[in-house]
């Protein structure tokens, strides 16, 4: 079959979008650091149509893979042409889907392949905007805390190595100061990664890795380089070679890696660009003065209810979300997660109906044509569980209000890391804190009794901080753990309500 190609485009099938604008005369005024399915499935469509609205082709996207060649290498051969599959399923069950192929990806550098190509792009004169995708651990920072973590290897590597960086920190920073260095206009670094404050946290770390390397050139930073906080949502699955089989035949042309998603899109960002920016409203984005509320919305009723959900419904031997979710008691428990324990610690924001919110969030964790797998979201938990449930327990505790289904999702997740769910199959743990945790589990089990287990683990500070000394948050997981390991998911889902 005929590879997806930038000549291929008008045999495509009439019902397929693709680019209507000319890409040849595309410039890259974005680098993207993390150019993975996320990127490609939100970001990038909504800068589609930016371009097809507003006409300005000075913002097209070099793509950065901070590890692996498998992108490049699929979409080099195709002009940087992918396809994006939206699925959600119709009233009778039956799945549904509409493609669109996407054209503002330039190129696709591999940065431990050439490390200087990507300090140039970012120092070329025609970048104006860096993004990034780059997941929570791709940062180096301590997740309870935020800061940079200046002990760790690739970190003191890049401070080491300007020329050869490995990092986020490393790339952004050194290119900086080739731009300074050039007399060339600042950037906006933009995080859209699922961090508490993301702009805020990654100008923290940027500036505490330029400390480092200048004093001159982190004072430069913070002068003229912006970072906006932001928020984005929508539920990007793993790619299969089912999608891409279906996809193909569709088309009637070969797309190495299209990129699945839900129709349902939404980016909130703070206005403030160093250097100018896109018109992303035509595709949906809301630019604001503050992000946090939206950040806090999301990280809490979505992905807090969304790792709950994974880490439970893996445990039960439940693969997808959407199987998760047909389960009546895990339903009822998310549902109830989200009314009584997440939604009161959210800020009252105006034109929000948080029970329609919620609704809407149920109906799309049930969508059964994405087969979003739940070993998928529950990587990283090390890494994603400080912003998505140990935030609001903090809250609900300094405001001495139950804790009860927050602490069963903290439970699973400490079940979840003996990597074996209840059906006898084994799971990988997917965690750049993977031996330290294994190590602190295997030592906690030396403790004599439940509760002197989980106060030993949630000791654990890169995680936990203070946390793990409050005796009422040790005690709940306890409860929620014992039953976990002695009568599994159902069963304590059943007893989530009863009192300790």
Same mark, same amino acid.
């Given at each position: 079959? +005929?590879?997806?190609n930038p #000549?291929?485009?008008?045999r495509?099938?009439?019902d397929?979008?693709?680019p209507?604008?000319?890409r040849?005369a595309l410039?890259a005024?974005?680098?993207h ?5 996320f990127h490609?499935?939100?970001i990038a469509?909504?800068n589609?149509?930016a371009l097809h609205? &507003?006409?300005d082709?000075h913002?097209?996207?070099? &793509?950065?893979?901070?590890?692996a ?8 051969p ?5 396809t994006?599959?939206l699925?959600?399923?119709a ?7 509409a ?5 503002n990806l330039l190129?696709?550098?591999v940065?431990?392949? #050439?490390p200087q190509?990507?300090l +140039?792009?970012i120092?070329?004169a025609d970048?104006?905007?860096? $993004?990034?995708?780059?997941t929570?651990k ?10 940079l ?15 050869t960086?490995?990092t986020m920190p &490393?790339f952004?920073?050194?290119a ?10 600042p950037?906006t670094?933009?995080s ?8 805020d ?6 500036l505490a ?9 982190r004072d430069w930073i913070?002068a003229?380089?912006?970072f906006?906080?932001s928020?984005?949502d ?7 070679d089912?999608?891409r ?6 088309l ?5 890696w ?6 349902f ?5 703070e206005?403030r660009f160093?250097?100018g ?6 595709g ?5 003065a ?7 919305l999301k990280l ?6 969304? $790792?709950?959900l994974a ?7 439940l ?7 047909a389960e009546?008691a895990l339903?009822?428990y ?5 009314? +009584? +324990?997440?939604?009161p ?6 034109g929000l109906?948080l ?6 969030l ?5 969508? $059964?044509?994405?087969h979003?797998?739940?070993?998928q979201i ?8 400080p912003q998505?449930l140990?935030?609001?327990?903090r809250?609900r505790l300094?405001?001495?209000l139950?804790i009860?289904?927050l602490a069963?999702?903290?439970a699973?997740?400490?079940h979840?890391?003996r990597?074996?769910?209840?059906t006898?199959?084994?799971?990988d743990?997917q965690?750049?804190l993977a031996?330290?945790?294994a ?8 403790a ?5 287990r989980?106060?030993f683990?949630?000791?654990f500070?890169?995680?936990f901080?203070?946390l793990?000394?409050e ?5 709940a ?8 390991e002695t009568?599994?998911v ?5 007893a989530?309500?009863a009192?300790a």
């Amino acid at each position: 079959m +005929e590879p997806l190609n930038p #000549d291929a485009l008008p045999r495509l099938p009439a019902d397929v979008a693709r680019p209507r604008y000319g890409r040849d005369a595309l410039r890259a005024g974005i680098v993207h650091l993390g150019v993975g399915a996320f990127h490609r499935a939100h970001i990038a469509v909504v800068n589609e149509a930016a371009l097809h609205a &507003g006409g300005d082709l000075h913002w097209g996207t070099v &793509g950065v893979s901070l590890r692996a060649a498998d992108t490049r290498d699929a979409l080099q051969p195709q002009g940087g042409l992918y396809t994006l599959a939206l699925r959600d399923a119709a009233e009778d069950g039956t799945a549904r889907e509409a493609l669109q192929v996407v054209g503002n990806l330039l190129e696709v550098l591999v940065a431990p392949e #050439d490390p200087q190509a990507v300090l +140039e792009r970012i120092a070329h004169a025609d970048t104006r905007i860096v $993004s990034l995708t780059i997941t929570e651990k791709g940062y180096h920072h301590d997740p309870a805390t935020g800061a940079l973590r200046l002990d760790a290897a690739d970190i003191a590597h890049d401070l080491a190595h300007p020329e050869t960086p490995r990092t986020m920190p &490393g790339f952004v920073v050194h290119a900086l100061a080739l731009r300074r260095a050039r007399g060339l206009a600042p950037v906006t670094v933009m995080s859209c990664d699922n961090l508490p404050a993301n702009g805020d946290t990654t100008r923290g770390i940027v500036l505490a890795f330029a400390r480092q390397v200048d004093a001159g050139l982190r004072d430069w930073i913070e002068a003229h380089c912006t970072f906006p906080n932001s928020m984005v949502d929508r539920i990007v699955p793993r790619t299969t070679d089912g999608d891409r089989e279906r996809i193909a035949a569709r088309l009637g042309i070969e797309d190495a890696w299209p990129v699945i998603g839900e129709p349902f899109l939404e980016w909130v960002v703070e206005d403030r660009f160093a250097n100018g920016r896109p018109d992303w409203t035509a595709g949906g984005a809301r630019f604001v003065a503050h992000a946090q509320p939206y950040e806090k919305l999301k990280l809490r009723m979505v992905n807090g209810a969304h $790792s709950a959900l994974a880490y439970l419904g893996a445990m039960a031997g439940l693969r997808t979300v959407d199987r998760a979710m047909a389960e009546p008691a895990l339903r009822s428990y998310i549902d109830a997660l989200m009314r +009584e +324990e997440i939604a009161p610690t959210l800020p009252a924001m105006p034109g929000l109906d948080l029970d329609s919110y919620r609704a809407r969030l149920l109906q799309r964790f049930s969508n $059964s044509a994405l087969h979003h797998q739940t070993k998928q979201i529950a990587m990283d938990g090390s890494q994603k569980l400080p912003q998505r449930l140990l935030g609001t327990l903090r809250d609900r505790l300094a405001a001495g209000l139950p804790i009860d289904r927050l602490a069963l999702a903290v439970a699973a997740w400490m079940h979840y890391l003996r990597g074996t769910d209840e059906t006898g199959a084994t799971h990988d743990i997917q965690d750049p804190l993977a031996p330290a945790l294994a190590e602190r589990l295997a030592q906690a089990g030396a403790a004599s009794g439940m509760q002197d287990r989980v106060a030993f683990f949630t000791g654990f500070a890169p995680v936990f901080g203070e946390l793990g000394k409050e005796p009422r948050f040790v005690a709940a997981v306890a409860r929620h753990l014992s039953m976990l390991e002695t009568q599994g998911v159902r069963a304590a889902l059943a007893a989530t309500t009863a009192p300790a």
